[in-house]
């Protein structure tokens, strides 16, 4: 063989690597020509600059063993798999210590999309604490403590011996037997369609004019007495006229021959729960009984239908658990109104009749925070821990009483997200109707508010024996409020635009209604 080829012979055949001496440490290697041999401790030989040398890469072992190990020939190797890698790394690593800008917004930008402000929420939360501990340690401080549970009876009842809001709302059980008979007589055609509506129209107006007739004529009758027996009246009065206008929806249906009702066709079929196959279901008259009567009446909704959706049993747990926060909620409720609005309000009462605006307004402040805060108590206490008390006592399954109001972009979402109850209804039995009856949406909006201004006006004026429209008034300047929200502002602007309206409108509601009483039943004492 010519030197030529024994020079090619390294290049067409791979090399062997003999591993030699595993105890003495000392590693042979032979060339595939067998011409020479290199001790581990020996210098390997040198090669022109041209002639490439393979990286030798060892893992050794406990025992001495060498995985692998790469000789070295007079010309180029072929790559190995891992070698590519390892210069793609290297060149990551130099370029990463080379250049360590790129291209990209701040985190505050609104072009960054960065959404995550869970540090800077809980942030909000501990200094929202903090500043209301220190306030609540400046009222101990300056009022002592306030809080008097036999106070609390007595803004109930004047005289122990009479309790008349409580034989007033044992009195509506004569209006709710009333509509129950009357939907029995026009189920079996006793009495015409007319006949039964002029009933209808006269038991809702009694459940209106009666309980105000009363709180204003009788003088043991105390302002939360009033409230709270006028807002059960008012409750029934739309629960009531739910129930005569799904039942007249009904008897149109059989009257067009429908041979069965199976589920409610006042409102939009909903899939049953997977224990609602125990509860039967009835159809129209079937369900002109008192039972069925009397779990409407106490059912958290004021929609009525056949057929509710009904949950698969108690949750003792659940139910527990409400209870103990409707307890909590009501004293922390109390404790605050006694503590903390009672002396803010009657410090506000001299800058009003002054007319100090500066003092008026730093009053207004001041009252905007604890107003504000009982508000937010009073809605996880009524429309969670309540409703949903209520709820699960009775397998109601409907738990929908409130939805995302708190990211209101606009007023009428508000309004229509935080009272899921009272917005069914209005969309059910008013809005719609009128929207059948060709008028536009705008009309039909602003006579929903009309009504709710009503009411608001209702709840406050009678017991309070007074009529100085305030909660009318701030009730329909929600509409251009409306207007000019969902038009000149959007995402966050309009939501901030929400919240203001609720912590700044309430208290001057609040004030105004407190000044005028105090002015007509103390005079100039205040």
Not at 212 to 224: E, G, H, I, K, Q
Not at 418 to 436: A, D, G, Q, S, T
């Amino acid at each position: 063989m010519s030197d030529r080829a024994e020079m090619r012979g390294p290049v067409t055949r791979r090399r062997r690597t003999t591993i030699s001496g595993g105890g003495s440490g000392v590693v042979s290697v032979k060339q595939a020509n067998g011409s020479k041999e290199h001790d581990a401790g020996e210098k390997p030989p040198q090669y022109p600059a041209k002639v490439k040398t393979d990286e030798v890469s060892r893992h050794a072992s406990n025992n001495g063993k060498v995985d692998r190990q790469t000789g070295v020939s007079g010309q180029q190797q072929p790559p190995l798999t891992n070698t590519p890698r390892r210069q793609r790394s290297a060149v990551e690593d130099i370029n990463e210590r080379l250049s360590c800008h790129v291209l990209q917004e701040s985190l505050l930008s609104s072009a960054s999309g960065y959404s995550n402000y869970r540090g800077i929420l809980n942030w909000c939360v501990v200094m929202l604490v903090l500043s209301n501990a220190r306030l609540f340690l400046e009222n101990i401080i300056k009022y002592g403590i306030l809080v008097d549970p036999i106070q609390v009876v007595s803004l109930f009842l004047k005289d122990p011996y009479s309790w008349p809001a409580a034989c007033l709302i044992i009195v509506s059980n004569v209006f709710i037997l009333a509509a129950l008979y009357t939907e029995r007589r026009l189920a079996v055609g006793t009495i015409s369609e007319m006949t039964g509506l002029i009933l209808h129209i006269f038991n809702l107006a009694s459940l209106l004019i009666f309980p105000s007739c009363t709180v204003l004529t009788v003088t043991s009758m105390t302002p939360v007495g009033g409230v709270l027996s006028l807002g059960i009246y008012t409750v029934l009065l739309l629960k009531l006229y739910s129930y005569q206008d799904t039942n007249r929806w009904c008897r149109e249906i059989r009257q067009a021959k429908a041979k069965r009702l199976t589920r409610s066709y006042s409102c939009p079929s909903v899939a049953q729960s997977n224990g609602s196959a125990v509860h039967t279901h009835v159809s129209y008259p079937g369900n002109l009984t008192h039972r069925d009567m009397y779990y409407f009446i106490f059912a958290p909704t004021l929609c009525y239908q056949l057929n509710f959706p009904r949950s698969p049993r108690i949750r003792k747990r659940f139910l527990m658990r409400r209870l103990f926060e409707m307890l909590f909620f009501m004293q922390l409720l109390v404790g605050l109104i006694q503590q903390w609005m009672v002396p803010t309000i009657q410090n506000s009462m001299k800058p009003f009749q002054e007319m100090d605006f500066s003092r008026m307004v730093e009053r207004l402040l001041k009252l905007a925070v604890p107003n504000h805060l009982i508000w937010l108590i009073f809605f996880y206490w009524f429309f969670h821990s309540s409703l949903n008390f209520v709820a699960e006592l009775l397998q109601f399954g409907d738990r929908e009483f409130y939805k995302d109001w708190w990211n209101s972009e606009t007023v009428t979402y508000f309004w229509a997200n935080w009272n899921i109850p009272v917005h069914k209804w209005c969309l059910r039995h008013f809005y719609k109707p009128m929207l059948r009856k060709g008028i536009n949406k705008f009309m039909a909006q602003t006579a929903v508010f009309l009504v709710s201004a009503f009411f608001h006006e209702y709840l406050v004026s009678v017991p309070l024996k007074m009529f100085r429209l305030w909660a009318f008034m701030g009730m329909m300047a929600q509409v251009p409020l409306a207007l000019f929200v969902s038009r000149f502002l959007n995402g966050n602007y309009g939501n901030a635009a929400v919240w203001i309206s609720l912590i700044i409108g309430q208290p001057v509601a609040v004030l105004m209604y407190v000044h005028d009483y105090y002015v007509i039943h103390y005079g100039g004492t205040t």
